[in-house]
């Protein structure tokens, strides 16, 4: 499975960089929809429309979108069975509804949960004393 994900978003960096720790039968790769060269490389994918929810390639092809992403990772890497009571028919639509709501808003919930923490060329750390 392929990850397009936006590595200058502290919450979306993290978790991509605990699926991979999770991830020991390399199965996941995650591309950053920041990485200079994207385009080129996946000319396929709207990076626009990427950059407003989350989006992965299955192996078959098969494109997914938003917490079908997070489900379908998290199962690929045997982690967080839990996830699938969002993909059940009636929890599915709020899930879907508070995820869509979630990466428009991924920023400022970024800003306001990890304040201290900067990203830039996909890649995020604490901020050096004096950064804004």
Known sequence: MIIFY???CPLCS???????????KNLITLEDLNASDF????SYIDKD???NYLQAQKQSGEMIYGLDVTYEAWKI???HSWLKIFRLPIIRFFADCGYLLFAKY????SRFL???????NG????KAKGDK
């Open 123 to 126: 890649q995020c750390g604490l």
């Open 6 to 8: 936006d590595g200058n």
């Open 106 to 109: 991924r920023h400022p919930i």
């Open 114 to 120: 990890m304040p201290n923490t900067q990203c830039s």
């Open 77 to 79: 890497v045997g982690k």
């Open 49 to 51: 429309k990427a950059m």
């Open 39 to 42: 385009s080129e490389r996946y």
């Open 14 to 24: 993290t978790e991509m960089q605990q699926l991979k720790h999770a991830d020991s």
